[in-house]
C-alpha cells in the first residue's frame, strides 16, 4: 500500500510557476514508478509527466515539455512537479500517482497506477 498526499497548488498568473510535492508514505517508494495526472473541468484525465525508480528516466506530455520537470527525492518519499511558464490551458486538479513496474518503466496510461492521491487545484489566470 501507498498513501500519496499532494501539496503546493494555488492561484498563479499567467507565465508563473509553482512546484507540487508528493509525499508518499510506505517503505515501498523506491519501487514505484511515480506520475503526475491532471484532469480539467469536462475532460478526461491526462497524464502529464512520469519518472522511474531510481529517476534516472523521465516522460512528459508534448504540451509541457520543456515547461513541466519531473523529479523525485527516494530518501525523502517525496516526488515533485515543477511547472514554469505556466498557461491557462495547464489550470486542472493534479494527481500524484504510484505503482510497482518495471526498473526503468514510465507508463503514460493512468489506469496503470493503482495509487493515487486526493490532487491539489491548479489555476492560472490570465
Known amino acids: 500500500q501507498v498513501q500519496l498526499v499532494e501539496s503546493g497548488g494555488g492561484l498563479v498568473q499567467v507565465g508563473g510557476s509553482l512546484r507540487l510535492s508528493c509525499a508518499a508514505s510506505?517503505?515501498?517508494?523506491?519501487?514505484?514508478?511515480m506520475g503526475w495526472v491532471r484532469q480539467a473541468p469536462g475532460k478526461e484525465r491526462e497524464f502529464v509527466a512520469g519518472?522511474?525508480?531510481?529517476?534516472?528516466?523521465?516522460y512528459y506530455e508534448d504540451s509541457v515539455k520543456g515547461r513541466f520537470t519531473i523529479s523525485r527525492d527516494n530518501a525523502k518519499n517525496t516526488v515533485y512537479l515543477q511547472m514554469s511558464s505556466l498557461k491557462p490551458e495547464d489550470t486542472a486538479v493534479y494527481y500524484c500517482?504510484?505503482?510497482?513496474?518495471?526498473?526503468?518503466?514510465?507508463?503514460?496510461?493512468?489506469?496503470?497506477?493503482?495509487?493515487w492521491g486526493q490532487g491539489t487545484q491548479v489555476t492560472v489566470s490570465s
Open positions: 500517482a504510484a505503482n510497482s513496474m518495471g526498473y526503468y518503466s514510465i507508463s503514460h496510461t493512468p489506469t496503470d497506477y493503482d495509487y
Open positions: 510506505g517503505r515501498t517508494f523506491s519501487t514505484n514508478t
Open positions: 519518472i522511474n525508480r531510481s529517476g534516472a528516466r523521465t
